[in-house]
DNA sequence: CTGAAAGCGCTTACAG
DNA sequence: CTGAAAGCGCTTACAG
């Protein structure tokens, strides 16, 4: 079944098991024991098969391995976008995390409510996986049902979601850190920046970091704070306008907490533009640990996002085992052991002072 | 055979093709047929299968699909990281692209000479993709060859690579391009700033920015100029590191045109912190089209990732499709057809002006 | 228009 | 230690 090449193809067929077979003078269901290394085989025949393997350049078909033992050998990850730095920093390392365990890594980017109700009516990741990773997706609550019909084990990185297993920092904390720092500094107005996507979707960790904001801003008796939250469109230019809104305020912050890093040099850029120097006359800060925070200097709150990497890593990899091990008793171990929080680290750097008297 | 669900797990198995069949009172032949829309089913029985499909939340198995077509649906997207600017927007663009045309993307990363001489190695692509995109991946004459033993069509993103398939800029344009842009602005002291792996192996898009800086100052008659060229180990201080270098030149440039946007941003924020203006007391510029330079105001040489990604997804979704049609002749009309060298951009912003005098 | 059957390339009890 | 055979879930000539 292996004879000449297609026609019209440059590429030969790969050999199949039962060239290996064939040539090794053995039957299939050695080649396959000898090469997946299981028992049962005699130390010479392994090693013959395999130099036939060798020679053939003969890789197992994962396809039909998989067909036949159930399983895929994949994991999805579903992001709204690659391409923010969160997003790439998080896939990055959690398919390096796979990969060492064997599992290879199937993208999907769902961005948009429209783009998440369309992939979750045709789940597509169903039966092409043997466990999703939902990277701090915004679901409705409709959504979050239909995760069940995906048919395959959820975990979710960066955020909280219905019971599912899930790996996070405290956003709530992370806002907290924010506003101590800023308050141990003396500032009283601070303000809090964010970016709304289109999207109506409640995305969590923005809701637990505005929220923090307001609960701490209470706590050390600055409140009510409704006038410093500004909330700009998503876009290269979100943060100069969140800017210019608190700038042209009748009692301006002396401080700006960002969601995000980028969004926190968009800000410290636009302070220097609008003449105003940093920390001086305005103190930024952002969340993530992001590498542009570095480069401009910017305090940050750093979310370790390759450690929550792992962590999601770790908690898949036990999923696909332990359903590949076949689990008795009802009851997932794994499941109700993760509910993972990290620790977040404040990290000082040189925009953010005591306010100028 | 779908009887009760397996005890330890809270996941029903998923129906399958027999199942639709039997409730639907026909052979499993036909409803493969209904289901992928072939000819050669009534209307009638096509829509009750739909409609038995559907309750059942079935869907295609795609593992059994594929090995019985001989295909898998997938492409492999072979990066040397994903977490940088440049391969994350061409990811991005690129799994979106493949989406529409119902293929999936698995991703590679393959750091550094090792890790690509693993991948190559053990082949991991081999049969579970129908094609693979190399993403600029630097590799050695030997890599290159064992390419074929992938057994997969290959293109090439952002290179240039043997006889393969491959979308790109002209990177020795782009330095052209850079280079008359600050010549025409008066500057005759003109660095280039790059970075090298700690790997040996030739990155030819490096090379090329190298050699066509050195083309075009010898051309404007302002060679030799190799003391105007500094590497610098890849990292986040390399950009400080190359302009102190630079600076403490009996004759320093007036501007430096650096290999990547990033590059270009440590370089201007070390010229801030050691005192000098720009574009004022130095110009400085780099090559992408990265947001940071946006943010920056950097003057730059866009290189269009969205395109070349659009065009490399084309290109791809092509060779799966004359594949799958199993074209006569021996000669493939597509790999020869692709050839891509898509056109940049300069894009002038606030970080280059004429020296000052 | 429809079905029985071979085949895709493996894995794994089962029986030696 | 080894093999024959059933089975994984499909697709597709082939024959009605």
Redesign the interface.
């Known amino acids: 079944m292996n004879g000449s090449p297609?026609?019209?193809?440059?590429?030969?067929t790969?050999a199949n098991m039962a060239d290996v077979a064939r040539e090794a003078g053995v039957s299939i269901a050695t080649v396959s024991r000898a090469l997946r290394g299981r028992p049962g085989v005699g130390e010479a025949t392994r090693t013959r098969v395999q130099a036939v393997a060798e020679r053939l350049?003969y890789?197992i078909?994962?396809?039909?391995s998989?067909?036949s033992r159930g399983e895929?050998g994949?994991v999805a990850v579903v992001v709204p976008?690659?391409?923010p730095?969160f997003y790439?920093?998080l896939?990055?390392a959690l398919?390096?995390h796979l990969?060492e365990a064997g599992l290879?890594?199937?993208?999907?980017?769902v961005d948009g409510a429209q783009e998440r109700g369309r992939f979750l009516a045709e789940?597509?990741a169903?039966?092409?996986v043997d466990a999703v990773v939902l990277a701090a997706l915004p679901l409705t609550p409709d959504q979050r049902d239909r995760l069940?019909?995906l048919?395959?084990?959820v975990v979710v990185a960066g955020g909280r979601l219905r019971d599912l297993p899930h790996v996070r920092v405290d956003d709530l904390a992370v806002a907290h850190t924010a506003v101590d720092h800023l308050v141990g500094l003396g500032h009283r107005r601070i303000a809090m920046v964010r970016t709304s996507d289109t999207d109506e979707t409640p995305w969590e960790a923005d809701l637990q970091r505005a929220r923090g904001w307001r609960e701490r801003m209470d706590h050390h008796g600055l409140g009510p704070v409704e006038e410093l939250l500004v909330t700009e469109e998503l876009g290269?230019r979100a943060g100069a306008r969140a800017l210019d809104r608190l700038l042209a305020l009748p009692d301006p912050p002396t401080a700006v907490f960002a969601y995000s890093d980028e969004l926190a040099?968009?800000v410290a850029?636009r302070a220097h533009e609008r003449g105003l120097r940093v920390p001086e006359d305005l103190s930024v800060m952002g969340v993530d640990g992001h590498?542009?925070a570095?480069?401009?200097n910017l305090t940050t709150v750093d979310q370790h996002v390759a450690e929550q990497a792992a962590e999601t890593a770790a908690t898949v990899i036990a999923l696909v085992r332990s359903?590949a091990a076949?689990?008795?008793?009802?009851v997932?171990p794994v499941a109700h052991r993760h509910d993972v929080v990290l620790d977040h680290t404040l990290v000082v750097r040189a925009s953010t002072a005591p306010p100028s008297a």
């Open positions: 297609q026609p019209g193809s440059h590429l030969s790969p350049s890789v078909s994962p396809e039909a998989h067909l895929t994949r976008l690659l391409q730095w790439a920093t896939v990055s398919v390096g990969r290879d890594t199937l993208i999907y980017q789940l597509p169903r039966r092409k069940d019909l048919g395959v084990r290269p040099a968009a850029v590498p542009v570095d480069l401009l359903r076949d689990l008795p008793g009802g997932d």
